[in-house]
């Protein structure tokens, strides 16, 4: 656009019409800046950046010339209400939003402006969609978490001889307690469940005193528990534990392995209904997306010391194997 005015400048200062110069100058910046969007960003930490850098993708693969407004409460939620009421002081015309805390902050702005999304586990139970289908109000999005059904077939095909799976989670989290309860309801039919919950980090010195018959440890979505890792790895460790996690960070820290959504996807995906919005679409009437297409990723270290050898089926499809 600025170089078919600079185009048309050139034009008309040769023909030397200079009124009909500013005349197309006021026009071509009318458009330039009708055309540009402003877009707030509130993020709770850096550890959803690559959602972040997805969305921009999305919006930029399209066409879209934006400028945004980014706040991050650098893991401090309670300050994410004031982070959002400066995002609204600037006009933003939409805010992508990163955590189900920074997505409510939005939400509840007194202005109407549109909220876009993701990762949030739970968009129904913590009430930012009436459904997934048509979430009403304001804000639509992606969901973050892997269906339980998928992780429980990916156990499966993992550890084909487990029996026994030992469910590690933070009983105060609540995200953590809808996955255990979804994962229960997927994998009842396939392995023994044990629930491990747990209070607080402290309980994790206890976990030299795990259930003898676990064949395999399942880490649920939770803070507390990605937090600890580093104490979950060296107690399974001691007793040959594999270790499957819900966190792709914990993977190169020592799980055997994990399904897990690619944020980036996730990011490219909210903008594509970033867009429908920009055009005109109610947020409440675009349904809310899910993951539909984890990754794999796999410890090839961790499982050369565990002795089990891994899928050909999985190191086939796996996104990325850590030696």
Do not use: W
């Not at 968009?123 to 978490?145: E, F, N, Y």
């Not at 629930?195 to 399942?218: A, C, G, N, W």
Request: a negative charge.
């Amino acid at each position: 656009m600025l170089k078919n005015l600079i185009g048309h400048f050139v034009v008309y200062t040769a023909g030397i019409n200079l009124p009909n110069v500013e005349n197309v100058i006021k026009i071509e910046l009318r458009e330039v800046f009708c055309a540009l969007h402003h877009i707030g960003i509130l993020q709770l930490t850096q550890n959803l950046d690559d959602a972040v850098h997805g969305f921009k993708e999305g919006l930029a693969a399209a066409g879209l010339t934006t400028t945004f407004h980014y706040l991050n409460a650098d893991g401090a939620a309670g300050d994410l209400p004031l982070l959002a009421s400066k995002l609204a002081e600037q006009h933003v015309e939409l805010i992508f939003a990163c955590s189900t805390p920074a997505a409510q902050a939005a939400v509840a702005l007194e202005d109407n402006i549109p909220v876009v999304f993701t990762p949030v586990f739970d968009p129904i139970g913590t009430g930012l969609a009436i459904s997934l289908d048509k979430p009403g109000g304001k804000a639509t999005g992606v969901a973050g978490m892997v269906p339980a059904a998928a992780k429980a077939v990916f156990i499966r095909e993992l550890l084909p001889a487990a029996k026994t799976v030992g469910i590690l989670y933070h009983s105060g989290d609540s995200n953590a307690l809808l996955e255990v309860n979804n994962f229960n309801q997927a994998a009842k039919k396939l392995f023994t469940l044990i629930e491990l919950p747990i209070d607080k980090p402290e309980e994790l010195s206890t976990l030299d005193r795990l259930p003898s018959q676990l064949d395999v440890l399942f880490l649920p979505i939770g803070k507390i528990i990605e937090e600890n890792f580093a104490s979950i790895a060296y107690y399974a460790e001691g007793i040959n534990l594999p270790v499957i996690t819900s966190h792709a960070p914990n993977v190169p820290a020592g799980a055997l392995g994990a399904l897990v959504a690619n944020h980036n996807t996730l990011g490219r995906d909210c903008a594509v209904k970033a867009i429908q919005i920009l055009n005109g679409a109610c947020p409440g009437n675009i349904p809310v997306g899910i993951v539909n297409n984890p990754e794999i990723q796999l410890n090839a270290f961790v499982a050369a010391n565990l002795a089990i050898e891994l899928p050909q089926s999985l190191l086939a499809k796996a996104k990325e194997v850590f030696e």
